[in-house]
């Protein structure tokens, strides 16, 4: 994707740049906002798309039954949209979203549980901090009410870097016991703080990525 234009349902009719094909249909990939993981794809039409808009759950046309259906309507796995971005040329959707249950009819959390060349970025747990990023960001950018995250945004950068002490030294207090469960907790809670820091400054782990891999090139 190289645009990150959205539309709304007042705006869907001046969108002269979004093309259907010759059967009305255009592919949708349907994303995880939380996570940015790629949960399933689908197509949709102009009706479908614009029942979307209306209802904020995702609508699809199936080519097989020639009909439109919302994600769900039987399993109770709905998808929540969040937003909706087209690419540059126009011919694909990007749809983020909260899934509620599993995307894949098999039971598995997304479609693309199979893999054709094995991936790099490791396993569920090797992405949590992925994961965490995503639900920071979200929290940031759509608030719940008694989120600890928003009780850490709502009282700004000072607060956000006196927790930040706090469990740096936390993490030094534990690391002098011989209990490595603490240790592991004080670590995990300077771990989440220091991630609230990087969303506030706006600052993501590919940032962090990119410097490491620099300095590590560089050594």
Not at 51 to 68: A, C, D, N, V
Not at 103 to 128: I, M, N, P, W
Not at 152 to 173: P, Q, R, T
Request: charged share 30%; net charge negative; with cysteine.
């Amino acid at each position: 994707m190289c645009s990150d234009r959205q539309g709304t349902k007042e705006d869907l009719s001046e969108i002269t740049d979004l093309y259907f094909d010759e059967d009305g249909l255009i592919p949708a990939i349907i994303q995880e906002a939380s996570s940015g993981e790629v949960l399933m794809m689908a197509y949709m039409n102009r009706e479908s798309l614009e029942k979307t808009l209306e209802t904020g759950t995702t609508w699809f046309y199936s080519r097989r039954r020639k009909r439109l259906w919302n994600k769900g309507e039987s399993s109770g796995n709905q998808q929540i949209v969040k937003g909706i971005r087209y690419d540059c040329d126009g011919d694909t959707l990007l749809l983020q979203v909260e899934q509620i249950g599993v995307a894949c009819h098999t039971g598995e959390k997304s479609c693309f549980y199979r893999e054709l060349v094995e991936s790099d970025r490791g396993s569920g747990q090797q992405q949590v901090l992925r994961i965490l990023e995503g639900i920071i960001k979200e929290r940031r950018e759509n608030p719940k009410e008694g989120s600890y995250t928003n009780y850490l945004f709502d009282n700004g950068l000072d607060k956000i870097l006196k927790k930040v002490g706090e469990e740096a030294s936390e993490v030094i207090i534990a690391s002098k016991n011989e209990h490595s469960a603490d240790l592991i907790g004080e670590i995990s809670d300077l771990i989440y703080h220091m991630m609230v820091l990087m969303q506030e400054k706006q600052i993501t782990l590919d940032d962090v990525s990119e410097e490491l891999m620099y300095r590590h090139q560089g050594r």
